[in-house]
């Protein structure tokens, strides 16, 4: 029987499948595999398989804050999206969200039940997975502010993990470093609001981003974290780097922290050698270092 045939007892199987049909930079070479597991069960026993088979593999979320390589990876890519994306409001307020679930629309739910804490996530446009693992945020808020405690599959066993044990910081957490953990759930304590007056934020906020963010180009969000200095936009800015071109990636002309596939040719080298080009110049004109925000996958 041949590995696709195993895999496909448990999962959708896509085979020589381009990675950047999958990925919000729509870049990125194709992987052997493209796994979509039909629940938490078939998870595991896919990863069972992989780890028989010697296959190499990484848990995507939605792609939108990842830069794939160019080359095509001999491997399995494992998405959630589609099946683990079950969520739970409990009387008190606590929501448990599956890895899978978006978290635009866990903070739309969250809106239409009059609970506040996740209005500052109505434009990321990732899953609950990948925003636990890179704690993402916006306007002074993140995830993990709103935590409680995340199941998380780790040595083939699943746990609930609290929020104390995982090392949370600005864009970090400790399953950066333990990326053979999985993430199942998350589980978050919100609290009671106006629900007006949470639409509304949500409403001007959505705006905001609509009007400062290149949304209408390919690209992963914000490429750098802010230095204590400056804000990175503003000194990309300084250094005169606004609509500076390497190949088919450019520094937005709309907000100097974005770097867009300008013409959809864009190769992750591209957007490498361009952020190498920022960083390079903060340093020697700043004396700042520039930390990328991105996640990077080298095959």
Not at 88 to 97: I, M, S, T, W
Not at 115 to 125: D, N, R, V
Not at 171 to 185: A, C, M, P
Not at 282 to 292: G, L, P, R, S, W
Request: aromatic share 8%; proline share 3%; charged share 25%.
């Amino acid at each position: 029987m041949s590995i696709k045939d195993r895999l496909m007892t448990y999962a959708e199987v896509l085979e020589h499948e381009p990675m950047k049909k999958h990925t919000t930079f729509k870049i990125g070479g194709c992987v052997d595999y493209y796994i979509y597991p039909k629940n938490c069960t078939a998870l595991m026993c896919v990863l069972e398989i992989l780890a028989q088979e010697n296959i190499p593999y990484y848990v995507l979320g939605r792609g939108s804050n990842v830069l794939c390589s160019d080359t095509d990876f001999h491997g399995a890519i494992i998405n959630l999206d589609r099946t683990l994306n079950d969520f739970y409001f409990e009387p008190d307020g606590v929501l448990v969200a599956q890895a899978g679930c978006s978290i635009i629309n866990m903070a739309v739910e969250a809106m239409k039940r009059s609970l506040t804490g996740l209005e500052w996530a109505s434009g990321i446009p990732g899953s609950i997975g990948g925003g636990l693992y890179m704690n993402a945020g916006a306007y002074k808020d993140n995830l993990a502010n709103h935590l409680i405690d995340v199941c998380v599959l780790k040595n083939n066993t699943i746990c609930w993990m609290k929020k104390d044990e995982l090392d949370y910081a600005y864009r970090h957490s400790i399953f950066q470093s333990h990326k053979d953990w999985t993430i199942l759930v998350g589980r978050f304590q919100l609290e009671k609001g106006n629900q007006n007056d949470i639409r509304d934020l949500m409403d001007s906020r959505r705006e905001r981003r609509m009007s400062a963010q290149p949304l209408d180009k390919p690209c992963a969000g914000s490429v750098f974290r802010n230095p204590e200095e400056i804000p990175a936009w503003k000194l990309i800015e300084e250094l005169g780097l606004r609509g500076h071109k390497i190949g088919g990636a450019m520094v937005s002309e709309k907000h100097c922290n974005f770097i867009v596939n300008d013409d959809l040719n864009a190769t992750a080298q591209d957007v490498r050698d361009l952020i190498h080009e920022i960083k390079t110049r903060a340093k020697k004109e700043y004396n700042i270092d520039m930390v990328t925000e991105v996640e990077q996958l080298y095959w």
